[in-house]
Every structure is written in structure tokens, then in C-alpha cells.
């Protein structure tokens, strides 16, 4: 057990819905990271957030947008949901803002039909 | 973006055997690390490796991060059937400001 929580753990939606995916990270981490696991794309960074702010962006979409909030809990808001977003969404925590070294959750399963 | 080319993409052996993988990259990473994802669960970080040449063990597992910063391996020895899983490997570069780049994975399948 990683200490990090995502929820829910499976989710099946319709094309043009929207979702919202929720992490807890470890007590103490500040830092809180999103990633898209795809079979074509494998782990793809997304976003961090560190203590309510963003701090770095990667490959996230127009359409997605995410959040931490001052509980350090963080969620990630999926619009206009299309056929190709069916992936698996992984939240991590760290302590530090500047750390490869990265506490994983169970993940999110989005499948979108 | 960058990209990491990690092979093999997957390896089926004997228990007790040696394992060897590998990650290159086109360009230079300040950091590397190596993670293993089991069926239904995130990844979990193995080792972490930030100094070029630098040799780190962890149990029976042993990485190296390639003097050039553009390369790591992961020897796992004695294989037993809890290695099975998906091994990546990730770089980072300096101030981790662009996430990590994660290869595609090595898929280990352990035979009795």
C-alpha cells in the first residue's frame, strides 16, 4: 500500500461526458503528480501540483484540467470525453517538488464507450 | 518530446536465471529510475540513480546509470516468481520541471 488513494477505481462513461478523478496523496507529501497510462502511449505525465499550485505541465490535453486543494487532495476533471481517452489515470505523491522518486496510486480505469 | 527506447519489450525465462534490461535515450537525463508495476497496481520505485556511472544495488536487483547520462540497465539476479511484472524505466532532468519520461516497459514472465 502506497498510502495514495484514488477514487474510483473503475469508471465507464459515454463519449462527450465528463468525469472528475480524485487522489489523496500520502500524509505529508505536497507534492501530487497525474499520469495517463495508455497501451499505445504508455506513462505519459500530465500535470503536478505542489502545496495548491501547478508546477509543471506535460502532455495534458485542452479538455483536462486538475486542481489541488488546500487538504492537499487533488482531482482531475476530464471534458468532452472522446473514444481515445479510455486509459488508466494514475495520481502520485512526493514530498518533494523536484523528485523522480514517486508514491503511485492503484490508479483510475476510464473507460469511455 | 524525449523518448526512451527500453528493451526488450518483454522476456520469458527460467526461475533462477539472470535478468538484463536496458533504456537509452537521444538525449540527457539528470536522473534515472526504475520502477515495477505488478497486474492491477501503480508502478513502485525499485532505485533511484542520480550520478553518471553511479552502480546501485537494491536486494537482488542492481542498476547502473550510463556515464554518457544517456543510458540505464537493470540486472535482476536469481530470478524467483515475484520478479514478474512490468519493469520501466524513467529519466528526469534537472529540477524535475517536465515530469518523468517513462519507456514503454519490460514485461517479465518467469517460467517454473
Known amino acids: 500500500d502506497s498510502g495514495v488513494t484514488q477514487t474510483p477505481k473503475h469508471l465507464i462513461t459515454a463519449t462527450g461526458q465528463r468525469v472528475t478523478l480524485r487522489c489523496s496523496p500520502r500524509?505529508?507529501?505536497?507534492?501530487v503528480y497525474w499520469y495517463q497510462q495508455s497501451l499505445d502511449q504508455g506513462l505519459q505525465f500530465l500535470i503536478q501540483y505542489y502545496n495548491g499550485e501547478e508546477r509543471a505541465k506535460g502532455n495534458i490535453l485542452e479538455r483536462f484540467s486538475a486542481q489541488q486543494f488546500p487538504d492537499l487532495h487533488s482531482e482531475l476533471n476530464l471534458s468532452s470525453l472522446e473514444l481515445g481517452d479510455s486509459a488508466l489515470y494514475f495520481c502520485a505523491s512526493s514530498v518533494e517538488h523536484r523528485t523522480g522518486e514517486l508514491f503511485f496510486g492503484e490508479g483510475s480505469r476510464l473507460t469511455v464507450l | 518530446g524525449q523518448q526512451l527506447n527500453q528493451s526488450p519489450q518483454s522476456m520469458f525465462i527460467q526461475e533462477g536465471e539472470d535478468v538484463s534490461m536496458n533504456c537509452t535515450s537521444s538525449s540527457i537525463f539528470n536522473t534515472w529510475l526504475w520502477y515495477k508495476q505488478d497486474p492491477g497496481e501503480g508502478p513502485v520505485l525499485l532505485i533511484a540513480l542520480y550520478k553518471a556511472g553511479e552502480l546501485t544495488s537494491n536486494g537482488r536487483l542492481t542498476a547502473q546509470f550510463g556515464i554518457t547520462r544517456k543510458d540505464s540497465f537493470l540486472n535482476i539476479s536469481a530470478s524467483i516468481p515475484s520478479d514478474v511484472g512490468i519493469y520501466f524505466c524513467?529519466?528526469?532532468?534537472?529540477?524535475?520541471?517536465?515530469?518523468?519520461?517513462f519507456g514503454k516497459g519490460t514485461h517479465l514472465i518467469i517460467q517454473p
Open positions: 500524509s505529508g507529501d505536497l507534492s
Open positions: 524513467a529519466g528526469q532532468n534537472g529540477g524535475g520541471a517536465d515530469g518523468l519520461t
